[in-house]
C-alpha cells in the first residue's frame, strides 16, 4: 500500500444520500451519489426508516458505479473509510456494516470516521492547499458549527455550535410555514431573490451582548448559534398577515428569514476567525450552496482579511469523495485503522475525527 497517495474506497450513510467516493492522495477519481430525497419529499423532511432502507437498495450500484468510474476493482484499493457518526442511526448502521463487510472480504484496512470533518476534508481534494492552521464554517441541516483546525488528522477544536435548530432545519421549518416545500435551503433561496430582505427585521439569535460578552471576557454563547426564535418570530409573522385576511408576502419574509440566518452565521464565524488568528476559513456543508450566504460571507472575509476556500457544490452535500479524502489523509499521516469492533455513534462529537480499537 502506498501511503504518500493511498487509493481509499469512502462510504457515506449518514443521512438520506448513499455515497461512495474514491481518492488517490488528493485526487478525486470517482464520487458517485444516490439520494433519496425524492421519497422524503411529502413528509416534509428526512424519515429515518425509509433513508435506512434506500441505502440498502442503493449501496451496491452506487459501489459499482465508483469503481466503474475509477477504472477500479475492489484488489485495486488500499483502504476504506466510512462515516461512523454522526447522523442517523439506521443509516448508519447501513454504511458500516457495508464497510465491514467489504473490509472482511477483502483484508483491507478500515476506518471509521467523523462525518463533519469528512466535510472539512473535502477541501484538500483537486489540488487545494491549506495552511497548516484553519478554521472552518459548517453549515447543513443537521449542523452549524464552528470549528479550528490544528490537524486535519488529530486535533479539530469545537468553536461554537447551534444550541437547538441547526440552519439547515430552520430553512426547512420556515419553508413549510410559507407553503415553499421540502427541501427548503433551495425553495427559500429561490424566493428570497424576488423580496427584499429588510422588509422585516426578524430575530438574531444569541446576538446581544448579554451571551456573547467581549473578546476579553466571552459569554457563554459567544460562537454559539440559535435559530429556534427566529423560526417562531416567522410564524407569528404569517399568522399576522393570515389573521387580517392579507396575502402574505412571501418573498419579503424569505428574503427578511434569511438575511437574519446568514448575518449571524458570517458575523459570529468571521469574528470567531480573527480572535482565534486565523487567516483562512473553508466553508462546507448542503447549506453552503446558498447564494447570499456566500456572497455575505465572502464580503466580510475579505474585510477581515481571511481567505475564503469554498468546495464545488458537489462536494459540499454529503457525499462518498469527502469521506476518502480524509481517509487517505488518515492513512499517508499514519493512523491506526479502527478495525472491524467499532460501533456507530449518532452524536459522535467533531473533536473524534477517527474511531480506535
Same mark, same amino acid.
Do not use: W
Given at each position: 500500500m502506498s501511503t504518500k497517495e493511498p487509493v481509499v474506497l469512502g462510504i457515506e450513510s449518514s443521512c438520506d444520500e448513499t455515497g461512495v467516493g474514491i481518492v488517490r492522495g488528493t485526487q478525486l477519481l470517482a464520487n458517485a451519489v444516490s439520494s433519496s430525497m425524492d421519497e422524503h419529499v411529502r413528509f416534509g423532511g428526512v424519515i429515518p426508516e425509509i433513508a435506512a432502507r434506500a441505502h440498502l437498495e442503493a449501496f451496491v450500484p452506487t459501489l459499482q458505479q465508483a469503481l466503474d468510474t475509477a477504472k477500479l476493482t475492489l484488489d485495486d484499493i488500499d483502504a476504506i473509510a466510512v462515516t461512523s457518526g454522526p447522523g442517523l442511526a439506521?443509516?448508519?448502521?447501513?454504511?458500516?456494516? $457495508?464497510?465491514?463487510?467489504?473490509?472482511?472480504?477483502?483484508? /483491507?484496512?478500515?476506518?471509521?470516521?467523523?462525518?463533519?470533518? $469528512?466535510?472539512?476534508?473535502?477541501?484538500?481534494?483537486?489540488?487545494? +492547499?491549506?495552511?497548516?492552521?484553519?478554521?472552518?464554517?459548517?453549515? *447543513?441541516?443537521?449542523?452549524?458549527?464552528?470549528?479550528?483546525?490544528?490537524?486535519?488528522?488529530?486535533?479539530?477544536?469545537?468553536?461554537? *455550535?447551534?444550541?437547538?435548530?441547526? @440552519?439547515?432545519?430552520?430553512?426547512? /421549518?420556515?419553508? #413549510?410555514?410559507?407553503?415553499?416545500?421540502?427541501?427548503?435551503?433551495? @425553495?427559500?433561496?429561490?424566493?428570497? /431573490?424576488?423580496?427584499? #430582505?429588510? @422588509?422585516? #427585521?426578524?430575530?438574531?439569535?444569541?446576538?446581544?451582548?448579554?451571551? +456573547?460578552? *467581549? $473578546?476579553?471576557?466571552?459569554?457563554?454563547?459567544?460562537?454559539?448559534?440559535?435559530?429556534?426564535?427566529?423560526?417562531?418570530?416567522? $410564524?407569528?409573522?404569517?399568522?399576522?398577515?393570515?389573521?387580517?385576511?392579507?396575502?402574505?408576502?412571501?418573498?419579503?419574509?424569505? @428574503? *427578511?428569514?434569511?438575511?437574519?440566518?446568514?448575518?449571524?452565521?458570517?458575523?459570529?464565524?468571521?469574528?470567531?476567525?480573527?480572535?482565534?488568528?486565523?487567516?483562512?476559513?473553508?466553508?462546507?456543508?448542503?447549506?453552503?450552496?446558498?447564494?447570499?450566504?456566500r456572497e455575505l460571507l465572502a464580503a466580510r472575509c475579505a474585510s477581515a482579511g481571511i481567505a475564503l476556500v469554498v468546495p464545488p457544490f458537489s462536494l459540499c452535500t454529503d457525499n462518498g469523495g469527502m469521506v476518502a479524502a480524509l481517509g487517505a489523509q488518515l492513512v499517508a499521516d499514519g493512523a491506526k485503522p479502527s478495525g472491524l469492533e467499532f460501533a456507530t455513534d449518532s452524536s459522535q462529537p467533531v473533536t473524534q475525527i477517527v474511531l480506535t480499537h
Open positions: 439506521g443509516a448508519l448502521m447501513v454504511g458500516v456494516s $457495508a464497510a465491514k463487510a467489504l473490509a472482511l472480504a477483502t483484508g /483491507k484496512p478500515l476506518y471509521g470516521i467523523n462525518h463533519l470533518v $469528512a466535510h472539512v476534508g473535502v477541501g484538500v481534494l483537486e489540488g487545494t +492547499v491549506l495552511p497548516p492552521t484553519f478554521g472552518a464554517l459548517l453549515v *447543513s441541516g443537521g449542523h452549524t458549527e464552528i470549528l479550528k483546525v490544528t490537524s486535519l488528522t488529530k486535533d479539530v477544536q469545537l468553536l461554537g *455550535s447551534t444550541i437547538d435548530d441547526a @440552519a439547515g432545519e430552520a430553512y426547512d /421549518k420556515v419553508a #413549510r410555514l410559507l407553503g415553499l416545500g421540502y427541501p427548503g435551503g433551495p @425553495a427559500i433561496d429561490k424566493a428570497a /431573490k424576488d423580496g427584499d #430582505r429588510k @422588509a422585516f #427585521r426578524f430575530p438574531r439569535g444569541l446576538s446581544l451582548p448579554k451571551f +456573547v460578552g *467581549s $473578546a476579553e471576557n466571552p459569554g457563554k454563547h459567544r460562537n454559539n448559534f440559535s435559530f429556534s426564535g427566529l423560526k417562531t418570530a416567522v $410564524a407569528r409573522c404569517v399568522e399576522h398577515f393570515e389573521a387580517a385576511g392579507e396575502p402574505i408576502p412571501v418573498a419579503d419574509i424569505a @428574503a *427578511s428569514f434569511q438575511e437574519a440566518v446568514v448575518d449571524v452565521i458570517t458575523s459570529k464565524a468571521v469574528r470567531a476567525m480573527v480572535e482565534n488568528n486565523l487567516t483562512t476559513v473553508l466553508l462546507g456543508g448542503g447549506v453552503a450552496a446558498n447564494t447570499r450566504l
